[in-house]
């Protein structure tokens, strides 16, 4: 028996009118370099926030896509405040992917993050609650977008996602922006952003395995 497919076009339609502008925005950052991405953000004058914004948002909806090159050429351009402009960037992530995969689901997702990507969303909806969701926010801000998508696959509610989320995010912002003023060059900032990731990534570790212990 062969199953009836209906084609909607105006879920088609919403979708394309949605993802587009970010599309556009993913393949010109591709293979793009600091310093080209920082032309872009200097030509753009008082748009330059703005322009980093999006570019910065484009590689949290698309997570193939290293932000790392326009994180970079907003420090140039900014120096601390880009931790501030890349913290907005999170934020409305965080609520689009978020929706993105409540309204559209699996498929859609895994279209955006990659067929291996989709495996670690897996992963984090299996274990997903607010307690995880906070220590994920905490220490895992390279996995920001899986846990946005994560997020929006499970039955979360939205009001308790996106305070828990913001509210987690602030800490390590904080001490990101104040860490930031002893750097000087792109060097240093890189160091100071490696050295961060390392770091949260080793409390992580350390909740995991006593969170481990307690639910023995």
Not at 1 to 27: C, D, E, H, Q, Y
Not at 67 to 73: I, K, Q, R, T
Not at 127 to 154: C, D, N, P, W
């Amino acid at each position: 028996m062969v199953s009836k497919f209906k084609f909607n076009w105006r879920k088609v339609l919403l979708v394309a009118s949605f993802v587009t502008p970010f599309i556009v925005l993913a393949l010109a950052a591709r293979g793009v370099s600091s310093e080209h991405a920082n032309i872009w953000i200097q030509k753009a004058g008082a748009w330059g926030p703005v322009v980093y914004v999006f570019a910065m948002l484009s590689t949290f909806i698309f997570a193939p896509l290293s932000g790392s090159p326009v994180l970079f050429a907003g420090f140039f351009a900014f120096k601390s405040k880009v931790i501030w402009f890349t913290f907005v960037a999170a934020f409305l992530a965080s609520v689009i992917n978020f929706w993105i995969a409540r309204r559209w689901g699996r498929d859609i997702t895994e279209r955006l993050v990659g067929g291996d990507n989709i495996k670690k969303i897996d992963k984090i909806e299996r274990e997903y609650g607010l307690i995880m969701l906070v220590f994920l926010r905490l220490f895992q801000g390279g996995i920001h977008e899986f846990v946005s998508y994560a997020a929006g696959l499970t039955r979360m509610k939205f009001s308790s996602y996106v305070i828990v989320s913001t509210v987690s995010m602030i800490p390590g912002s904080v001490l990101w922006y104040y860490l930031s003023f002893q750097t000087d060059s792109i060097v240093s900032f890189s160091v100071l952003n490696f050295s961060l990731t390392i770091f949260f990534a080793g409390l992580f570790i350390v909740f995991v395995f006593l969170l481990k212990i307690v639910r023995k």
